[in-house]
């Protein structure tokens, strides 16, 4: 459905820009740009709405943050997930 978005000539130009940089049509180039903000908008939503809903004391293991948590797992050794592929292959 066409609909008509009056932006400043200099904005026009910059966009037209950026979309031939990407070898789209400006038109394309900003739909895309707005459906990108739209989903980071509706994350950040998301995000604000679930604040606090995971009980500390419930998930001891994210004392520290969730980034050190999910570093910790990430550089522990694989023997766990080998041994668990092994007994799938012997079954």
Sequence with gaps: MPNVIKIPEELAHELDLLAQ??????????????WRDVRRNKQRQALRLSAGSWDPEH???LAEGGADYVEAIRSEPDERFEDAIRRNQTR
């Design 21 to 34: 940089a990407e070898h789209k049509r400006r038109t394309t180039y900003v739909v895309d740009l707005l």
């Design 59 to 61: 998930h001891p293991e």
